[in-house]
T-cell receptor, first 112, second 113 residues
Framework: QQQVKQSPQSLIVQKGGISIINCAYENTAFDYFPWYQQFPGKGPALLIA?????SEKKEGRFTISFNKSAKQFSLHIMDSQPGDSATYFC???????????FGTGTRLQVTL | ETGVTQTPRHLVMGMTNKKSLKCEQH?????MYWYKQSAKKPLELMFVYSLEERVENNSVPSRFSPECPNSSHLFLHLHTLQPEDSALYLC????????????FGNGTRLTVT
C-alpha cells in the first residue's frame, strides 16, 4: 500500500532525445508527488513536484504528467543533455515530509 | 557553510567499533531526518526529529542510535554493526509544513568490515 513502483531501473538516451521515467502507486491518500535528482557523490535534490489536482506541470525541460485514475505519474525530460545524467527518484507523500515514500530510482545516462 | 553538511564523507568500521555520523543544517529548518540508501532499493527513512523531538522511528535496529541536541544538529551513533549495514547514510532537513521539500546532505558512505 505504501510502495511507489518506479521503472525503468536504468535508461540510456541520446543527446536531444526525450527521457521518460514512470512511477505507479496504490495509496490514494498520497497528495504530493515530488521528483528528486541525484548526481554521483551528492545527495538527492528536489527537481519538480506536482499535486494530484493538476494533470501536468512543466518547469523548463522537465515535465511531470499525472494520471490520477491510473495512479501513475511520469517524468519527461525534453532535449536531454549529458548534464542530465543522474539518478532520478519519484516519491509520494501524505501529510508532512516525514511520510515521503521513494521509488527505487532510475539511473539515466545521456550519451553524445 | 550553506545547506546540509555531513561528516565524515567516508567511514570504514569493524563490527565491534563505535562511531558517530554528524549532520548540521544551516537552513533554519525545524525537522531533521536520517535515511539509508542502498543500491536498487528505495531510500529508507530511519528517524525523524521535529522540533528536536523524535517523531518517527521506522523499526530500526538498536545498533543505530540517533541524537538531536538542537534543531541544527543531528547525530547517528553506530555500534556493533553488521556488514549488511554498509550503505550511504543521508541526512536531510525540512521546514515542517505542506510542500516543504527535503534538503539532503551529500551522505556518509559507510563500510562495515
Amino acid at each position: 500500500q505504501q510502495q511507489v513502483k518506479q521503472s525503468p531501473q536504468s535508461l540510456i538516451v541520446q543527446k536531444g532525445g526525450i527521457s521518460i521515467i514512470n512511477c505507479a502507486y496504490e495509496n490514494t491518500a498520497f497528495d504530493y508527488f515530488p521528483w528528486y535528482q541525484q548526481f554521483p557523490g551528492k545527495g538527492p535534490a528536489l527537481l519538480i513536484a506536482i499535486r494530484p489536482d493538476v494533470s501536468e506541470k512543466k518547469e523548463g525541460r522537465f515535465t511531470i504528467s499525472f494520471n490520477k485514475s491510473a495512479k501513475q505519474f511520469s517524468l519527461h525530460i525534453m532535449d536531454s543533455q549529458p548534464g542530465d545524467s543522474a539518478t532520478y527518484f519519484c516519491a509520494a507523500r501524505t501529510g508532512t515530509a516525514s511520510k515521503l515514500t521513494f521509488g527505487t530510482g532510475t539511473r539515466l545516462q545521456v550519451t553524445l | 557553510e550553506t545547506g546540509v553538511t555531513q561528516t565524515p564523507r567516508h567511514l570504514v568500521m569493524g563490527m565491534t567499533n563505535k562511531k558517530s555520523l554528524k549532520c548540521e543544517q544551516h537552513l533554519g529548518h525545524n525537522a531533521m531526518y536520517w535515511y539509508k540508501q542502498s543500491a536498487k532499493k528505495p531510500l529508507e527513512l530511519m528517524f525523524v526529529y521535529s522540533l528536536e523531538e523524535r517523531v518517527e522511528n521506522n523499526s530500526v535496529p538498536s545498533r543505530f542510535s540517533p541524537e538531536c541536541p538542537n534543531s541544527s544538529h543531528l547525530f547517528l551513533h553506530l555500534h556493533t554493526l553488521q556488514p549488511e549495514d554498509s550503505a550511504l547514510y543521508l541526512c536531510a532537513s525540512s521546514q515542517e509544513g505542506l510542500d516543504s521539500p527535503l534538503h539532503f546532505g551529500n551522505g556518509t558512505r559507510l563500510t562495515v568490515t
